[in-house]
């Protein structure tokens, strides 16, 4: 598709709802004169409002519709804001009206048939962002609601959409074209030795920039790496039920299960979605001390597994001796020291029925870790193990930025050649017998690869990899 040539005047029509009967269907009009369009078609209740109509307004009224033996007229609610105050910052229609499939295809034949031509993908978004009502972050953090599969995302999106990002990288331009007309004065009146600007003061801004821009470079870094899914690693002594959750949570047998320690040898990994949560499950060979030959082996592989982890599950059989608990704590301990993420398991509850005077009760509830109690056979605790995964999953999420992951993506390469550009003037800057101008040519290079993040400087490229993802009406 090539969206550049696109008159940005002639009035375009989609369905605005989702495809599909619905109690309610909304088609919407975005153009110049599109009130032309509704002519002949839409007898509004109140005449002389729809014609002098000057700010947003709703007008209730009469659609009449060709339909194949008869005309049909259906009541209709129509949302017209005639300026550039709407979202495609022209004016734009919207016709609510019931939302059968065959009466929404008939109002939008009515209005190509009057002149508006069907909107392509992404394409009123497309004349907001031309219009300047939406930079290119917030034009795809509209595509981000669109997609977004969970909260998180939905949330980033939304954060997108609100300009967060956006406000910040704009002050940054500002802050950048500040300071190289700062330069550019100077360099008009450099015969006069009049200084606009100290080589200090250009320094510190430089540092400041570029420091920012490290931190986005990070957070774009990070958010396409949260795309890859989370590894959680089940970890614990022989014989305390790993093999057997994992084949609960995989959804399979693929694990061997028995009543022998070390039954587990090598590891296995299986990708589970489980209730919504997508990560890799792997499960590892039973801790062992003195392991020898291919139990040593294993006991290796459960090391780089667990080093590799961003949770691990440490599962604790419920029935354990004192002894065998007092080991446990102290592997546990051990391996918290090495684990930012770990969540305590005691499994086999099944087995010890939990009192509120045992021992246990009183370390879960002053114990820093999450602790769950489950018992894979009767399947007791399961949705607290969920809750546990969800809120570990969350935190890495939130953490993870106010970036949409396609944003990132597409942002990431420029990201690096503005921290390049800045590096480079900061550079110069600090050799004192390196002009002002030398400076300026690197600052004004590391506008324009902000100028291209944000969509003030774009190019067919960029405009066509960012709008062909959209659906139609959008
Ligand atoms: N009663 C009860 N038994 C369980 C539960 N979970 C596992 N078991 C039993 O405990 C024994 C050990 O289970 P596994 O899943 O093989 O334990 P593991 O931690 O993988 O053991 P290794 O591979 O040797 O490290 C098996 O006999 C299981 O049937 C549970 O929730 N309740
Ligand atoms: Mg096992």
Avoid at 275 to 289: Q, R
Wanted: aromatic letters at 4%.
């Amino acid at each position: 598709m090539n969206v550049i040539d696109l008159s940005v005047d002639q009035p375009i029509a989609a369905l605005a709802s989702p495809p599909g009967g619905s109690a309610r269907g909304i088609v919407r009009i975005s153009g110049k004169q599109i009130q032309n369009v509704l002519a002949g078609w839409f007898k509004p209740q109140d005449v002389d409002a729809w014609n002098s109509a000057k700010s947003a307004s709703s007008h209730p009224g009469m659609v009449h519709l060709n339909g194949q033996t008869r005309q049909m007229k259906i009541p209709v609610q129509v949302l017209l804001w005639p300026n550039r105050r709407s979202y495609t910052g022209q004016p734009l229609i919207e016709l609510h009206l019931p939302g059968s499939p065959c009466l929404l295809e008939a109002v939008l034949n009515e209005a190509y048939r009057h002149g508006a031509r069907h909107a392509r993908p992404g394409e009123f978004t497309l004349r907001a962002f031309l219009a300047g009502k939406l930079d290119l972050l917030q034009a795809e953090a509209v595509l981000g609601v669109i997609d977004a599969h969970d909260q998180a995302e939905l949330e980033t999106a939304l954060a997108q959409l609100a300009g967060g990002i956006s406000a910040n990288l704009s002050s940054l331009r500002r802050d950048l074209l500040e300071l190289l007309a700062d330069l550019e004065a100077g360099l008009d009146f450099v015969e006069e030795d009049i200084e606009f600007v100290s080589r200090k003061d250009v320094i510190d801004r430089l540092t400041q920039s570029r420091q920012f821009v490290d931190g986005l470079v990070r957070q774009a870094v990070e958010r396409m790496q949260s795309r890859v899914r989370p590894q959680v690693v089940l970890a614990g002594l022989p014989n305390a039920g790993k093999s057997t959750l994992f084949n609960k949570l995989a959804g399979s047998n693929s694990a061997l299960v028995s009543t022998d320690r070390g039954t587990t040898r090598d590891f296995l990994t299986r990708a589970v979605n489980w209730n919504g949560l997508t990560f890799d499950l792997i499960d590892t060979a039973g801790w062992e001390d003195d392991a020898r030959g291919i139990a040593a082996d294993a006991q290796q592989q459960r090391i780089t597994q667990l080093n590799r982890a961003d949770l691990v599950i440490w599962c604790t059989s419920a029935s354990l001796s004192e002894t065998e608990r007092a080991i446990d704590d102290e592997l546990l301990m051990t391996q918290q020291n090495k684990s930012s993420s770990i969540i305590r398991l005691i499994t086999k509850s099944d087995l010890v029925p939990l009192t509120l005077t045992s021992n246990e009760t009183k370390e879960s509830i002053s114990s820093p870790l999450d602790t769950v109690r489950i018992s894979a056979v009767s399947e007791a605790g399961l949705i607290g193990l969920e809750d546990a995964l969800r809120q570990h999953f969350g935190k890495s999420h939130g953490r993870s930025s106010q970036w949409l992951g396609m944003t990132s993506a597409r942002c990431r390469e420029t990201l690096e050649l503005l921290t390049n550009a800045l590096e480079r003037s900061e550079r110069a800057a600090r050799v004192p017998t390196v002009g002002d101008e030398l400076i300026a040519v690197d600052l004004r290079d590391a506008l324009d690869h902000l100028g291209v993040i944000l969509g003030v400087i774009y190019t067919d490229d960029i405009l066509d990899r960012v709008f062909s993802k959209f659906c139609i009406g959008k």
